[in-house]
């Protein structure tokens, strides 16, 4: 049956187009399948002359794509109801369009125009880039941005005057080079696709992955392009299908994606998500080392943090217990104490003498690293341990597993803390290591440090 008033049953809400995978992407070259459809190019209205309202679109796969639907006019072809708020792409545009006209110019991303103007990136993305290889952008919707402003609580005044829009939007963009969907499947699966972006962990994961959708007739096979940040310690925390896929323009390639790329917390922040860090936040809010580390991070204007990368060696609340029981007070003398900001600062690397944010299996025996107390070294001890399972009922050998540990010693060895090796937090800046007890850069008593040097920071 061919588009009409009686196609209204048979084509896919409107409502529901965001989670097609990408074989239903509407055409904008003119062929669908093995048919050519010169004259139905992009997501419209086809019929309006024949008073029929409904949009539809001819899909670029129509044998892999579960929504389609047969067209008897064009052998092969085949189409689908669509959402030109989702759909729309400039149809048939030229491949001289640049990144940034081809954005301008889609009705289905004006909200991602006005932002990438408030962002002074509309040049960016009208150039050839620094190599002169292009870029790729990964293009929110405005489904998708009016759907990550529902989810934040935020409008769209408040999104557009974030100090953090341009951060958010160099999420959205690789440089040194541009890719279609198999090549974006092979760079995202092996190290991940580079963004702009400056933040630790934004290189973009994507993969390709098919399954199956049941039909009245046929189970029908499908791919999406799916993408997720390169997240330090929790892969897939931030997802997103592609809706449209590949588009050429003159200076690269443009993805039409389902969901926004957000960024993940400065390190402080991630800090303060954690329960069992609560007593440390608490720690970092009283002395104000919180506030310094996470101030304009990332910076408005570059999207770089002033302490970047850093590692937070973050005590339990369970060590700051242990700590306020060993001198002789409750946690809030703790908190109370002088030397607090002095012993804060010994728990996170300074990134002029440690240059990237180090991961718990990186913690290697015998390293040490400075931090932003004076520069003061803590040092890396790391220990294999074997410890018996039991016996081989069948061979009567003992069975044995070797178990790492790895603990930190202050300096003069006035204290060390055991790593928890499965405790880690990723920040946009940095990372965040649970540790089992407060590190000590001069001996405390409940009078205070017998010796404390000028702290590194005011």
Same mark, same amino acid.
């Given at each position: 049956?061919?588009?009409?008033?009686?196609?209204?049953?048979?084509?896919?809400?409107?409502?529901?187009?965001?989670?097609?995978?990408?074989?239903?992407?509407?055409?904008?070259?003119?062929?669908?399948?093995?048919?050519?459809?010169?004259?139905?190019?992009?997501?419209?209205?086809?019929?309006?002359?024949?008073?029929?309202?409904?949009?539809?679109?001819?899909?670029?796969?129509?044998?892999?794509?579960?929504?389609?639907?047969?067209?008897?006019?064009?052998?092969?072809?085949?189409?689908?109801?669509?959402?030109?708020?989702?759909?729309?792409?400039?149809?048939?545009?030229?491949?001289?369009?640049?990144?940034?006209?081809?954005?301008?110019?889609? #009705? /289905?991303?004006?909200?991602? @125009? !006005?932002? *990438? +103007?408030?962002? %002074?990136? =509309?040049?960016?993305?009208?150039? &050839?880039? $620094?190599?002169?290889?292009?870029?790729?952008?990964?293009? #929110? /919707?405005?489904?998708?941005? @009016? !759907?990550? *402003? +529902?989810?934040? %609580?935020? =409008?769209?005044?408040?999104?557009? &005057?974030? $100090?953090?829009?341009?951060?958010?939007?160099?999420?959205?963009?690789?440089?040194?080079?541009?890719?279609?969907?198999?090549?974006?499947?092979?760079?995202?699966?092996?190290?991940?696709?580079?963004?702009?972006?400056?933040?630790?962990?934004?290189?973009?994961?994507?993969?390709?992955?098919?399954?199956?959708?049941?039909?009245?007739?046929?189970?029908?096979?499908?791919?999406?392009?799916?993408?997720?940040?390169?997240?330090?310690?929790?892969?897939?925390?931030?997802?997103?299908?592609?809706?449209?896929?590949?588009?050429?323009?003159?200076?690269?390639?443009?993805?039409?994606?389902?969901?926004?790329?957000?960024?993940?917390?400065?390190?402080?922040?991630?800090?303060?998500?954690?329960?069992?860090?609560?007593?440390?936040?608490?720690?970092?809010?009283?002395?104000?080392?919180?506030?310094?580390?996470?101030?304009?991070?990332?910076?408005?204007?570059?999207?770089?943090?002033?302490?970047?990368?850093?590692?937070?060696?973050?005590?339990?609340?369970?060590?700051?217990?242990?700590?306020?029981?060993?001198?002789?007070?409750?946690?809030?003398?703790?908190?109370?104490?002088?030397?607090?900001?002095?012993?804060?600062?010994?728990?996170?690397?300074?990134?002029?003498?440690?240059?990237?944010?180090?991961?718990?299996?990186?913690?290697?025996?015998?390293?040490?690293?400075?931090?932003?107390?004076?520069?003061?070294?803590?040092?890396?001890?790391?220990?294999?341990?074997?410890?018996?399972?039991?016996?081989?009922?069948?061979?009567?050998?003992?069975?044995?597993?070797?178990?790492?540990?790895?603990?930190?010693?202050?300096?003069?060895?006035?204290?060390?803390?055991?790593?928890?090796?499965?405790?880690?937090?990723?920040?946009?800046?940095?990372?965040?290591?649970?540790?089992?007890?407060?590190?000590?850069?001069?001996?405390?008593?409940?009078?205070?440090?017998?010796?404390?040097?000028?702290?590194?920071?005011?």
């Amino acid at each position: 049956m061919e588009p009409g008033t009686a196609v209204l049953d048979l084509i896919t809400p409107a409502s529901e187009i965001e989670d097609l995978p990408g074989a239903c992407n509407c055409t904008l070259t003119g062929i669908s399948g093995v048919a050519s459809v010169d004259d139905f190019l992009g997501c419209d209205n086809f019929l309006s002359s024949q008073g029929d309202d409904t949009y539809y679109c001819y899909v670029v796969s129509p044998e892999a794509c579960p929504a389609v639907q047969a067209s008897p006019r064009f052998s092969g072809a085949g189409y689908r109801g669509c959402n030109p708020e989702v759909d729309a792409v400039v149809a048939g545009a030229p491949d001289s369009f640049t990144l940034w006209e081809l954005v301008a110019e889609s #009705p /289905s991303l004006s909200f991602l @125009a !006005t932002a *990438l +103007e408030v962002a %002074n990136l =509309t040049d960016t993305l009208a150039s &050839a880039g $620094p190599d002169g290889q292009g870029y790729t952008l990964f293009a #929110p /919707s405005n489904y998708a941005i @009016a !759907t990550f *402003l +529902e989810s934040t %609580n935020t =409008t769209i005044g408040q999104f557009l &005057a974030s $100090p953090k829009l341009l951060a958010i939007l160099l999420n959205h963009v690789t440089s040194g080079g541009t890719y279609n969907a198999t090549q974006a499947d092979e760079a995202g699966s092996s190290g991940g696709i580079p963004t702009l972006s400056p933040g630790l962990f934004s290189d973009i994961q994507a993969s390709l992955e098919g399954g199956f959708t049941v039909t009245p007739t046929d189970a029908v096979p499908f791919q999406a392009l799916v993408l997720a940040n390169s997240v330090y310690g929790a892969d897939g925390i931030i997802e997103g299908t592609v809706a449209t896929a590949d588009v050429a323009a003159g200076n690269g390639h443009l993805y039409i994606i389902s969901n926004v790329i957000a960024l993940l917390a400065d390190v402080v922040t991630a800090v303060g998500n954690e329960p069992r860090l609560s007593t440390f936040t608490q720690a970092l809010n009283v002395s104000g080392i919180g506030q310094l580390l996470s101030e304009d991070c990332p910076d408005p204007e570059t999207a770089i943090c002033k302490y970047s990368p850093i590692t937070a060696f973050a005590p339990t609340n369970d060590a700051f217990d242990q700590l306020a029981s060993d001198l002789g007070v409750d946690v809030e003398g703790l908190l109370a104490l002088p030397e607090l900001s002095d012993i804060l600062l010994y728990h996170f690397t300074d990134p002029s003498l440690v240059t990237s944010p180090i991961a718990p299996e990186q913690l290697v025996s015998d390293t040490t690293l400075g931090t932003l107390y004076e520069g003061k070294n803590i040092t890396v001890v790391s220990n294999s341990t074997s410890l018996p399972l039991g016996v081989n009922r069948l061979t009567g050998e003992t069975l044995v597993t070797t178990v790492r540990s790895v603990s930190l010693e202050s300096v003069d060895g006035l204290s060390s803390a055991q790593v928890n090796l499965r405790g880690s937090l990723a920040g946009y800046n940095g990372v965040a290591i649970l540790i089992d007890e407060v590190l000590l850069p001069f001996a405390l008593s409940s009078n205070g440090p017998s010796a404390s040097p000028e702290p590194l920071l005011d």
